[in-house]
């Protein structure tokens, strides 16, 4: 038997090492922990610091446009996109994302975060015409969009072809009555603008029935119009003034609240004795729902600079457009509010359903 003498130290301290090495151990791993949550929470300060409205913008702000470029949608978010970058000193990159008519893009840019960051060009289509007639819409045009500022508007008028003997709107909803069910007018396609004023004005007078013919984009309707293929139409402005000129097509009244810069001369819907809701082709920067109020006021301030500018007003104008007046986030929300209320019962009482 072993003496006591004989028993090896090291072996009689190592259950004392051991915990001494468990305790360097834990503690370290104590010091890493920490360390890694003060890098977390230097991080979080720093992109907190970064997302402050005085500090807006520290880096490129991206504007989602919802349909593809060349449209009028590109065109107005391209020129927002040039005043936007020349006002705040950061790159604004324009983003098209197409398809669905504008519902897919509104989605990628509800989805993104509220910083200011991501922000989208919002249209007729895209907050008021999909929401009203897709129950499915993965977006809520009041919930969750944060309005900053309207753009620009797009006139609508009313247009026939010139063998139908009409000189004024009372003329053109004589003959409608007259010859019930018998004469028809073109869209750009169902569900689309020019096809839900038509619904309106039916819904609006008494005796009216029109028949619709949808056709795949503007340019094929006003093509038909022009034929005598079908007899009215409503359509851009743009697109009807020149054929109107010409003589090809007579214009009646225009579809505003006003009448357009670009053809004074014809009356509203509303002169022209009809009860119906103003409509444009209205076009406003938006953002995701949860925006700070800061960043919201500071980018609509800068937008409402560029409506006073001539510069920025004549850009909208060569493409078409005419440059709202100033306005707030509120005034650009109860227009979309108004407007989703409008055609949501013009949509329910025409039955129109989303094309599969």
């Not at 915990?19 to 907190?48: E, F, G, T, Y």
């Not at 357009?260 to 819907?269: F, I, S």
Request: overall charge positive; aromatic content about 4%.
């Amino acid at each position: 038997m072993p003496s006591i003498a004989s028993i090896s130290p090291a072996r009689s301290a190592d259950p004392l090492s051991r915990r001494a090495r468990a305790l360097k151990h834990s503690v370290s791993s104590q010091l890493r922990c920490a360390q890694a949550v003060v890098s977390i929470v230097a991080c979080v300060v720093v992109s907190s610091v970064l997302a402050q409205p005085g500090q807006y913008p520290a880096k490129p702000v991206r504007i989602i446009v919802p349909f593809a470029a060349g449209g009028p949608v590109d065109a107005v978010g391209r020129t927002i996109g040039q005043r936007l970058t020349e006002a705040l000193g950061q790159p604004v990159l324009i983003d098209n994302r197409g398809g669905a008519g504008g519902s897919i893009g509104m989605e990628a840019m509800v989805r993104a975060a509220p910083d200011g960051y991501t922000l989208g060009v919002g249209s007729l289509g895209s907050l008021v015409l999909s929401p009203a007639i897709d129950p499915k819409l993965r977006y809520d045009p009041i919930k969750d969009v944060t309005p900053i500022a309207s753009v620009a508007v797009t006139h609508y008028v009313l247009a026939v072809h010139p063998s139908v003997p009409a000189k004024s709107v009372q003329d053109l909803l004589r003959i409608a009555r007259e010859k019930k069910g018998r004469l028809n007018y073109g869209s750009s396609g169902v569900g689309s603008i020019s096809h839900l004023i038509a619904e309106a004005l039916q819904s609006s007078t008494t005796g009216v029935e029109l028949v619709h013919i949808a056709y795949k984009g503007t340019a094929p309707a006003i093509t038909a119009l022009m034929s005598g293929e079908i007899d009215l139409a409503f359509m851009p402005l743009p697109s009807a003034e020149q054929p109107g000129k010409a003589g090809r097509l007579r214009l009646l009244a225009a579809t505003g609240n006003a009448r357009a810069e670009g053809a004074k001369n014809l009356p509203t819907l509303i002169e022209a004795g009809v009860k119906v809701h103003p409509v444009e082709g209205s076009y406003g920067l938006v953002g995701p729902a949860g925006m700070a109020r800061e960043i919201v006021t500071r980018v609509n301030v800068l937008v409402n600079a560029g409506l006073k500018s001539p510069e920025f007003r004549q850009r909208l104008e060569q493409q078409g457009f005419e440059a709202v007046a100033q306005n707030s986030p509120e005034d650009y929300a109860r227009q979309i509010k108004a407007d989703l209320e409008v055609f949501g019962r013009v949509v329910k009482r025409a039955g129109i359903k989303p094309e599969v």
